[in-house]
């Protein structure tokens, strides 16, 4: 069954305080996988799709890197205003859908 | 350029009655999806619609929920009658191609007392 497991739960940071979220996955074909960013009562925001081992993307302070079983969102120098819950989706290929399989996600908080 | 719009963003109810859900989806999205989140779980999959056609409903909880999507352009999740266990957060996303990122809404939460 694909399953999405994210770690840790939760973490507190002070700004400045570098560190990477985890994101692993275990799906039959994976077609790609996605990192999103969801403040308090909003939805989830799109912030990268990976979609092969070894593929990297960057936006500012964040980092997403793909391997074949799980993926990390690194987050350099850190602000206050990165405190979010970021969450991991993935999509398999064959699977005859398209739905999106979630991490219960990962609540940053980042102390001034 | 507008993105996914949900209508109500809240909504309580009492067990029993009926509550329709509205999601917009951006102009020119032929995939839009449902979602739900309950209280301490992950957001998951309800079903998937290409155009006004259900491409998958596999994830739908029973059939007390009935989702539409007339003329293929905006969609409606209705819960009749709802029951304690169907609160939670339903967000709707769209996306240009099955392929294709999902962009999310906002989410419309619902509470059943």
């Known amino acids: 069954e694909d399953q999405v497991t994210q770690s840790p739960e939760a973490l507190r940071l002070q700004e400045g305080e570098s560190s990477s979220l985890n994101c692993s996955y275990t799906v039959s074909g994976l077609r790609g996988l996605f990192w999103y960013r969801q403040d308090p009562g909003k939805g989830p925001e799109f912030l990268f799709t990976l979609y092969s081992a070894g593929e990297e993307k960057e936006k500012e302070r964040l980092k997403a890197t793909l391997t074949k079983k799980e993926s990390f969102l690194h987050i350099t120098a850190p602000k206050p205003e990165d405190s979010a819950t970021y969450l991991c989706a993935v999509q398999a290929r064959g699977s005859g859908t398209y739905k999106y399989i979630f991490g219960t996600g990962t609540r940053l908080k980042v102390l001034a | 350029e507008a993105g996914v719009t949900q209508f109500p963003s809240h909504s309580v109810i009492e067990k029993g009655q009926t509550v329709t859900l509205r999601c917009d989806p951006i102009?020119?999205?032929?995939?839009l999806y449902w979602y739900r989140r309950v209280m301490g779980k992950e957001i998951k999959f309800l079903l998937h619609?290409?155009?006004?056609?259900?491409?998958?409903e596999s994830g739908m909880p029973n059939n007390r929920f009935l989702a539409e999507r007339t003329g293929g352009t905006y969609s409606t999740l209705k819960v009749q009658p709802a029951e304690l266990e169907d609160s939670g957060v339903y967000f709707c996303a769209s996306s240009l191609d099955y392929i294709e990122t999902q962009y999310f809404g906002p989410g419309t939460r619902l509470l059943v007392l």
């Open positions: 619609f290409v155009k006004e056609s259900k491409q998958d």
């Open positions: 102009s020119g999205h032929d995939n």
